[in-house]
């Protein structure tokens, strides 16, 4: 399974989103508490990308990719904004920090904790 969808850096396309993720988790059988957390931390990274990797260009296309890998959904978000940048090692464990300056960090934080107490797999970044 291979699905993607493209929206633009829009916050108004945030909803297009939440179908995508809603209709992935019905063909895969998803337990909805799982594609409601799904949706929570795509919404968070897509917004975060939205308001601070393009500060002041509209119309540009972020790409959200789905696919199956052996018997886990691994999605990948990219867009070509502004890099986010991370001060922290986004493997070691969140609450180790105590306070979070970087906005980057902090969108990764929040992710990784929607994430680890949704499912059991980790999350990770490449």
Same mark, same amino acid.
């Given at each position: 399974?291979?699905?993607?969808?493209?929206?633009?850096?829009?916050?108004?396309?945030?909803?297009?989103?939440? #179908?995508? $993720?809603?209709?992935?988790?019905? #063909?895969?059988?998803?337990?909805?508490?799982?594609?409601?957390?799904?949706?929570?931390?795509? #919404?968070?990274?897509?917004?975060?990308?939205?308001?601070?990797?393009?500060?002041?260009?509209?119309? #540009?296309?972020?790409? %959200?990719?789905? =696919? /199956? $890998?052996?018997?886990?959904?691994?999605? !990948?978000? =990219?867009?070509?904004?502004?890099?986010?940048?991370? !001060? %922290?090692?986004?493997? &070691?464990?969140?609450?180790?920090?105590?306070?979070?300056?970087?906005?980057?960090?902090?969108?990764?934080?929040?992710?990784?904790?929607?994430?680890? /107490?949704? !499912?059991?797999?980790?999350?990770? &970044?490449?």
């Amino acid at each position: 399974m291979n699905k993607e969808l493209i929206i633009k850096n829009d916050i108004a396309e945030i909803s297009r989103l939440e #179908e995508f $993720v809603e209709q992935i988790g019905d #063909e895969q059988g998803l337990d909805m508490a799982l594609v409601m957390n799904l949706n929570l931390a795509l #919404e968070e990274a897509i917004s975060n990308i939205i308001l601070y990797a393009y500060p002041e260009k509209m119309g #540009e296309d972020i790409s %959200i990719q789905v =696919s /199956k $890998v052996n018997n886990a959904l691994l999605f !990948t978000i =990219s867009d070509y904004g502004v890099e986010l940048y991370l !001060t %922290i090692d986004p493997e &070691v464990d969140f609450l180790l920090y105590e306070y979070v300056s970087n906005i980057g960090d902090l969108v990764l934080l929040i992710i990784k904790q929607i994430m680890n /107490k949704a !499912t059991q797999y980790r999350f990770q &970044v490449h």
